[in-house]
């Protein structure tokens, strides 16, 4: 097995994600500063009946964060949508939100599309695209994101923006996601340096070497879906493995009583369980519990906890972890973390 010192790092990761992973602090305090440039007008307090944002992959999992920050404090629904057919309960008292780093992805051009023949407020996210092109050929408003990297390795411009507009618009007047951004973007730097050091302690690299060879298989509260589903991204696309997640306390009716069969493939996943205080007591204990039951029929059970005091700060103490953790598992699988290959022949099929 490839070890994960300098050199092999090097070797395998010739487009340096080392480098957009290094720079994850940075980009979510520029990406504030972007979101923050925006002027909406005619949208101060008022709040919409719904708030829909639209996002595949790397662009739709900042809608998913975007929810578990703010999805308790915003006084109304957020709803992140994947796909191309939109929900009826889209009209001219939504506020839809369009993310798409290209600005080419299919299923964004399509819903936003229809949110703007259905009469909504729009906001764009974008680097270009079709999706800028739609923007300024309806005047709508617009947050431009610095173009040219993967967008799964653009999370902060992908998030920060919007929180921000977010902020701005005062639909909580107690909302003060400013200081916990100060609280994000300093925790990230340390682990920034953290995950870089060649020490056996470096908690992504110990991550990747229990995962190695194993299937990935990651547990969180419901209110951590978002980070799970991040994970679970990663591993697929930096690590290039097959990765899967559930959700306490659904997982507990149900996937619990699958840890039986086949008892060969058990005996090679590992499951990675997120924990934060976020959860309910009910939910800690009953993964408490769930880990000692299924214990014996897996490969291996980590606990991975978050850093941080704030809300913000901890979401993305864990995406940081799982990310770092997903690149050197390419690492070991001796891969580029860079190219999604079969992605890109997907769309190239879809489009021919």
Known sequence: MTTLNPAQIKQHDSEDMLELLSSFSGQCKHGWEIGEALKLEGYDNQIPNNLVIAGMGGSGIGGDLVKAVVGGQVPCPIIVHRGYTLPAFVTSQTLFIAVSYSGNTEETLLSVEQAFAQGANILVVTSGGKLKAFADTHSLPCVMIPPGQPPRASLGYLLMPILSVFAGLGFDPHLDLRSDLEEAVALLAKLEEDFQRDVPENQPKQLAQALYGKLPIIYAPQELEAIAMRWKGQMNENGKSLAYYSVYPEMNHNEIEGWKHPS??????????????????????????????????????????????????????????????????AILYEQNPTPVRRIEELKRRLEA
């Open 264 to 329: 060969t493939l058990t005996q090679q996943c590992h499951v990675i369980q997120l924990r934060d205080l976020i959860a309910p007591s009910q939910t800690q204990r009953r993964m408490d519990i769930t880990a000692k039951l299924i214990q014996p029929h897996t490969g291996g059970i980590t606990q991975v906890d978050s850093v941080g005091s704030s809300l913000l700060a901890r979401l993305l103490s864990l995406v940081a972890i799982g990310d770092w953790a997903s690149f050197y598992l």
